[in-house]
Nanobody
């Protein structure tokens, strides 16, 4: 059974940076896509960024130029580097492996951007 282990997140001031990491365990093959979604209070869960087979990437318009998604050195790991954070980036961030419809989800990690 696939299990996603997330790390990172926390409290940061506007303009600061955070790094989220996710590792998928329990599988031997390379899983695609892997990505990050977020859900703010009262809002629907939305795609932040994902990385596809062949290493193509997608980003939400709101994070383009500020966030970077990349694969880790170990198989089935992914990192989200978040720079120039804004208060509107505050949300619970979820790692996903295999796509939002049938894939696996992490437990979520809180990112709070505030003075």
């Amino acid at each position: 059974q696939v299990r996603l282990v997330e790390s990172g997140g926390g409290l940061v001031q506007p303009g600061g940076s955070l790094r989220l990491s996710c590792a998928a365990t329990g599988i031997t093959f390379k899983i695609n896509p892997m990505g990050w979604y977020r859900q703010a209070p009262g809002k629907q869960r939305e795609l932040v960024a994902n990385i596809l087979r062949g290493d193509g990437t997608n980003y939400a318009d709101s994070v383009k130029g500020r966030f970077t998604i990349s694969r880790g050195s170990a198989k089935n790991t992914v990192t989200l580097q978040m720079n120039s954070l804004k208060p509107e980036d505050t949300a619970v961030y979820y790692c996903n492996a295999g796509g939002p419809s049938i894939g696996a989800w992490g437990q979520g990690t809180q990112v709070t951007v505030s003075e």
